[in-house]
Antibody
Framework: QVQLVQSGAEVKKPGASLKVSCKASGYTFSNYGLIWVRQAPGQGLEWMGWISAYSHDTNYAQKFKDRVTITTDTSTTSAYLEMRSLKSDDSAVYYC??????????????WGQGTLVTVSS | DIQMTQSPSSLSASVGDRVTITCRASQSISTYVNWFQQKPGKPPKLLIFAASSLLSGVPSRFSGSGSGTDFTLTITSLQPEDFATYHCQQSFSTPYNFGQGTKLEIK
């Protein structure tokens, strides 16, 4: 069965960097893309970016273009989210999700359990 | 960027009721809309993709419709496990923004 397992909760100081991992299993990793979405406490979902596990092409929301890097490692079937210069309003739960496509319509069908990131001095 | 405006932001209903949640896109997006259910402390769960295609395993009381700018998620005969927050998402152009969510509560 498809599973995405994320790394554990993190506490960071403002200005620090973060790296969250997402280990995929149960499907052919390179056949799908992966996305990262975050959710601040009590807030909605925010799409951060996408990566093709096949070509490593990426697409980022403009808001995150300068601070975020999404990568994949095919040998370990893992995806990574790196974020630099953390601020307090980056405190959120970060999710990875597998990106499927049907009839040209992309949709995230399997999600990781989420990683809670707290940014505080 | 395409904005998704979801309404209502919260909704009270009873078991057995029929409810409708609406999402409006800031520009025409054909049928590039997905719907998710989220329960507290859990990741979102995909219900419907491409505006009206029900994901395998999702109960048939859930349905989606719409095209262009206006979309609806309908739940017929609410069950206790349906009380959750629902999110729409456009997948027409990046960033694939979500609506702000609709919290469905028990009346």
């Amino acid at each position: 069965q498809v599973q995405l397992v994320q790394s554990g909760a993190e506490v960071k100081k403002p200005g620090a960097s973060l790296k969250v991992s997402c280990k995929a299993s149960g499907y052919t990793f390179s056949n799908y893309g992966l996305i990262w979405v975050r959710q601040a406490p009590g807030q909605g979902l925010e799409w951060m970016g996408w990566i093709s596990a096949y070509s490593h092409d990426t697409n980022y929301a403009q808001k995150f273009k300068d601070r975020v890097t999404i990568t994949t490692d095919t040998s370990t079937t893992s995806a990574y989210l790196e974020m630099r210069s953390l601020k307090s309003d980056d405190s959120a739960v970060y999710y990875c999700a597998r990106d499927s496509i049907h009839g040209g319509n992309p949709f995230p069908d399997y999600w990781g359990q989420g990683t809670l990131v707290t940014v505080s001095s | 960027d395409i904005q998704m405006t979801q309404s209502p932001s919260s909704l009270s209903a009873s078991v057995g009721d029929r409810v409708t949640i609406t999402c409006r896109a800031s520009q025409s997006i054909s049928t590039y809309v997905n719907w998710f259910q989220q329960k507290p402390g859990k990741p979102p769960k995909l219900l419907i993709f491409a505006a009206s295609s029900l994901l395998s395993g999702v109960p048939s009381r859930f349905s989606g419709s719409g095209s262009g700018t206006d979309f609806t998620l309908t739940i017929t005969s609410l069950q206790p496990e349906d009380f959750a927050t629902y999110h729409c998402q456009q997948s027409f152009s990046t960033p694939y923004n979500f609506g702000q969510g609709t919290k469905l509560e028990i009346k």
